[in-house]
C-alpha cells in the first residue's frame, strides 16, 4: 500500500501528529509519502525522518501580536498558485490520501477521485465541543478548506462517538536531574519576544525555559531563551513544572498526558484555539490569560502540579484500519480506541 501524507505545517501539531502516526504505518508495510505546505520550506526543521518530503505553498493565516491579521492573511494568499499546485500534483499512484488539514492533497485527491482520509483537530470542530454550540458555517468551511471522504476529528475525551484520541509521540519518564533548577516550559510562537521575555522578568525567582524562533540559546536574567528543537522541547516538557503557551491542541495534549499544569492563550481571531480554549476550561485542566499580567502569572504559578490525564494510544489501530482500506466505520474504529489504555 502506497499513500500520500498531506500535513499543514502552520503549526508544529500537525507536523507532531505525523511523526508520531508514520511509525505505525511503516510497521504496516505502508509506503509514505508527504507534502508539507502552510510555511516557507526553510523555517521546516529536524525534518529528517520524512526524507525527500514535497512542499507547497498551500495556505496559512498571518498573525502579529498574539492576534490574527485578517487584511494581512487576505493579502498573502495567492489562489492562482493554490490552482497550480493541485493541477500539477498527480496523485494517481497512490492508493489513498491522508491529510491532515492540508488543502494541497485533499483537493487533488477530490480532483482525481482517489480516496482521501482527514486526521486533523480541525475535522473535530464540526460537532459542538464541550456543549459549544459550533459556529453555523464551520462545518462547512472545513469541509472546504481541506475536504476528505473519511474525516476522522480528535478529542481529548470520547464526547461523540467519531472522534479519536490525540496522536502524541511515545515518551519515556526522564531521570531527575538534581543539578537541574526547577524550571517553567513557554512556548508563545504568536506573541512579541520582547514582550513575553519582559512578562516573565517580573516573577524573577522563578526560572522559565522559552523556546521561540531564534538562531542560538541566550539568557535574560530569569529567563533562557532556546532555539526551536524537536530533541530538546520534549524532553524539557518532561522535566518542567507547568508549561505556559497558546491553546494549539498539539502541546496542550503532551502536557496534559504528561500531567503538567497548564497556563494558556489563545490565539485571538482562530477559532480552533478558542474552542481549545473552551474545552480545557470547562474540563478544569488548564488556567487561561489574556494579557500579560503579572498577577495572572504568579496566580497560576503557586498552583498545586497537575496530575497526568491518561488517553488511549490511536496510532496502531489507525494504521491497521488504514491498511485495511478503511472498512470499519469511523465511530467503530474511535469505539475501539477509547476501550484502550495508554
Not at 499512484?93 to 480532483?111: G, H, N, Q, S
Not at 522541547?233 to 513544572?241: E, N, W
Not at 502541546?251 to 480552533?272: H, M, N
Not at 500579560?292 to 504559578?301: C, D, Q, R, T
Request: hydrophobic content about 45%; aromatic content about 12%.
Amino acid at each position: 500500500m502506497k499513500i500520500l501524507y498531506g500535513v499543514q505545517a502552520t503549526g508544529n501539531g500537525h507536523i507532531t501528529r505525523a511523526r508520531a502516526l508514520l511509525p505505525s504505518l511503516q510497521q504496516q508495510g505502508i509506503e509514505v509519502d508527504f507534502l508539507f505546505s502552510g510555511r516557507p520550506k526553510q523555517r521546516l526543521f529536524d525534518m529528517e525522518m520524512f526524507k525527500d518530503y514535497r512542499w507547497a505553498r498551500g495556505f496559512t493565516f498571518a498573525t502579529a501580536k498574539g492576534k490574527v491579521n485578517t487584511l494581512a492573511t487576505l493579502t498573502q494568499l495567492q489562489p492562482w498558485q493554490f490552482y497550480r499546485d493541485v493541477s500539477q500534483l498527480d496523485v494517481s499512484d497512490y492508493d489513498l490520501i491522508l491529510t491532515d488539514f492540508e488543502p494541497v492533497t485533499a483537493w487533488a485527491a477530490k480532483r482525481q477521485g482517489i480516496l482521501s482520509v482527514g486526521l486533523a483537530r480541525q475535522y473535530a470542530l464540526r460537532y459542538p465541543l464541550a456543549g459549544q454550540q459550533s459556529a453555523r458555517w464551520l462545518k462547512t468551511a472545513v469541509s472546504i478548506f481541506a475536504p476528505a471522504k473519511l474525516m476522522l476529528g480528535v478529542h481529548w475525551c470520547p464526547e461523540f462517538p467519531s472522534l479519536l484520541p490525540p496522536l502524541l509521540a511515545p515518551v519515556s519518564p526522564l531521570p531527575v536531574d538534581g543539578s537541574e533548577l526547577p524550571f517553567i516550559l513557554v512556548y508563545l510562537p504568536f506573541e512579541q519576544l520582547s514582550a513575553v521575555v519582559n512578562w516573565l522578568k517580573q516573577c524573577p525567582s522563578w526560572h522559565f525555559k522559552l523556546y521561540a524562533n531564534v538562531n542560538a540559546l541566550r539568557t535574560d536574567d530569569n529567563v533562557t531563551i532556546l532555539p526551536l528543537s524537536r530533541h530538546a522541547f520534549p524532553a524539557d516538557l518532561q522535566r518542567c513544572r507547568g508549561v505556559i503557551c497558546n491553546s494549539g491542541f498539539g502541546l496542550c495534549s503532551e502536557a496534559l498526558v504528561a500531567g503538567k499544569k497548564l497556563l494558556i492563550k489563545s490565539l485571538q481571531g482562530q477559532i480552533e484555539q478558542a474552542y481549545n480554549t473552551f474545552t480545557l476550561l470547562k474540563m478544569g485542566k488548564a488556567q487561561q490569560f489574556k494579557t500579560f499580567s503579572p498577577e495572572a502569572l504568579l496566580n497560576w504559578l503557586y498552583q498545586p502540579a497537575a496530575e497526568p490525564f491518561p488517553m488511549p494510544d490511536p496510532a496502531t489501530a489507525v494504521a491497521r484500519w488504514l491498511k485495511q482500506g478503511c472498512v470499519d466505520t469511523v465511530s467503530d474504529l474511535a469505539a475501539t480506541i477509547w476501550q484502550q489504555q495508554r
